[in-house]
């Protein structure tokens, strides 16, 4: 059974940092494209990172230069290092695996002093 499960999420002040973990099960991570979503209240869905099969790691403009995925094919998680976080990073975040069409259930995280 695949399943993603997030965790990480808080409350952080602006200019702080988090880093979000997607662990998975039923499936290997490594050889497979990750991405990391994030939705905000009454926006849609965004892609904030994406890691592909080979390894190549794509991001936004909005999030460029402050978030970087990464993967631990051992302990078969994904991560979201951010940094220089701001109120409009505020937001659920999920792990997605296109593979499996598989969603995690997603972690808080709000940007606020």
């Given amino acids: 059974q695949v ?3 997030e965790s990480g999420g808080g409350l952080v002040q602006p200019g702080g940092s988090l880093r979000l973990s997607c662990a998975a099960s039923g499936f290997s991570i490594s050889g497979n494209a990750m991405n990391w979503y ?3 209240p009454g926006k849609e869905r965004e892609l904030v990172a994406a890691s592909s099969s080979s390894g190549a790691r794509t991001y936004p403009n909005s ?4 978030f970087t995925i990464s993967r631990d094919n051992v302990k078969n998680t994904v991560y979201l290092q951010m940094n220089s976080l701001k ?3 505020t937001a659920v975040y999920s792990c997605y695996a296109p593979r499996w069409v598989k969603w995690g259930q997603g972690t808080q995280v709000t940007v606020s002093s």
């Fill in 3 to 5: 399943q993603l499960v």
């Fill in 38 to 40: 994030r939705q905000a």
């Fill in 63 to 66: 999030v460029k230069g402050r």
């Fill in 87 to 89: 109120p409009e990073d």
